[in-house]
Nanobody, 120 residues
C-alpha cells in the first residue's frame, strides 16, 4: 500500500485549499487525515469510513473542513475552507484496517505529508 498526499501550499487566512491523497494497493479501508505543526505532536484532523458514509472531524475544523473519497479513483480529499494561521502544519493521509479512530497509532500506512502554510 502506498499513499501520496498533495495539494498543500501557502494561503492567506480565510483562504481555501484542497488536499488529495492517492492510494495504491489496498484502498477500501478507513482513511484519515492528520497534521503536525512545528514543535507539536501529530494530531487527528478527520477520518472517513471505507464506504464514505461516515465522517469524523476534530472540533477545531468542524464546519470548515470536509473529507470525501472517490472509490472509483482510489482518492481521498480534504477540502479546507476558512483557513486560519493555526491550521499551519504538515498534513498526512493515512490508512487503517478497521473503523475510523482518532489515534495515529491505529493507522498502518502513511503518506509523505504535504505542507500547508496559512498567513495572517
Amino acid at each position: 500500500v502506498q499513499l501520496q498526499a498533495s495539494g498543500g501550499g501557502s494561503v492567506q487566512a480565510g483562504g481555501s485549499l484542497r488536499l488529495s491523497c492517492a492510494v495504491s494497493g489496498r484502498y477500501f479501508s478507513t482513511m484519515g487525515w492528520f497534521r503536525q505543526a512545528p514543535g507539536k505532536e501529530r494530531e487527528f484532523v478527520s477520518a472517513i469510513s471505507a464506504s464514505g458514509d461516515k465522517t469524523y472531524y476534530t472540533a477545531s475544523v468542524k464546519g470548515r473542513f470536509t473529507v470525501s473519497r472517490d472509490n472509483a479513483k482510489n482518492m481521498v480529499y480534504l477540502e479546507m475552507n476558512s483557513l486560519k494561521p493555526e491550521d499551519t502544519a504538515v498534513y498526512y493521509c493515512a490508512l487503517r484496517y478497521g473503523g475510523p479512530t482518532y489515534s495515529f497509532n491505529d493507522y498502518t500506512y502513511w503518506g509523505q505529508g504535504t505542507l500547508v502554510t496559512v498567513s495572517s
